[in-house]
């Protein structure tokens, strides 16, 4: 059975990291598009960022391009966002997923798609 666990969220200062990772379960990462999604209360779910099929390419949206590294430990099956230089924009809850195609990370409320998706971590940026 497969499953994605999300953890490390939280409340943050603005300008703080924060390191969010996936527990995988049930599936080989090796076999995924893997990426970290999120969505803001009233806004539709975004990519965040992913990576291609065997660790080769990775997407960045454009507000996480500088802040964010996406990363994957095959040993431990785990998926890791490393977030630095956080915003209050970055408020959001934070999704794991992995998904079949590479282009889902730039679709809009991808989790509409299908791929297996985490029940989400909850990142607070506040003063």
């Known amino acids: 059975q497969v499953q994605l666990v999300e953890s490390g969220g939280g409340l943050v200062q603005p300008g703080g990291s924060l390191r969010l990772s996936c527990a995988a379960s049930g599936l080989n990462l090796d076999d995924y598009v893997l990426g970290w999604f999120r969505q803001a209360p009233g806004k539709e779910r975004e990519g965040v960022s992913c990576?291609?099929?065997?660790?080769?390419?990775?997407y960045y949206g454009d507000f996480a391009k500088g802040r964010f590294t996406i990363s994957r430990d095959i040993a431990k099956n785990t998926i890791y966002l490393q977030m630095n230089s956080l915003e209050p924009e970055d408020t959001a809850v934070y999704y794991c997923a992995a998904v079949s195609l590479f282009y889902v990370c730039q679709v809009p409320d991808a989790q509409k798609i299908g791929g297996h998706w985490g029940q989400g971590t909850q990142v607070t940026v506040s003063s």
């Open positions: 990576l291609n099929y065997g660790n080769k390419d990775t």
